[in-house]
């Protein structure tokens, strides 16, 4: 929690920043919340599989704020183009059907008491056949307030 108290002393006078000459104070305590999530380990390197192989990965998703969220993810900068869309798939936790689900249908709540963390396996299925050599992507995990 960062919380900061913030002192205004007004300034009477015609300069501003003179000392106030009749010594008024105000104080104003600020209870601000961050919103904010970490993401262990980066970068995640799936090695070198060969065609027809799965590979998964496992990362830690940390509510390290204030405040619940809700975090989603997003592909971007692929190379080749829609090889990680197509192919990597990541474990959906929801109680009532846990199952891997594409980058874009998975989503995830934390809150700061009781669930505050996760780990969430990246599962990687290299098409059979594959062209050989470096596929990448970022991977963007993004947090946002529930709705009330």
Known sequence: MVSDNVYFSPALGSDPFLTNELGLDTHVALDIKILSISVTPTPVDFGDPVPGATVVKTVLVVNTGDLDVDVTATLMNENPVNFYTTNLMM?????????????????????TTEKTYENVDLQLSIPDPCLLG?????????ATAPPP
């Open 91 to 111: 474990f959906d936790t929801d109680l009532n059907n846990p199952r891997y689900v594409t980058v874009v249908n998975w989503d995830l709540t934390l809150d």
């Open 134 to 142: 470096s596929k990448t992507a970022v991977l963007v995990f993004e």
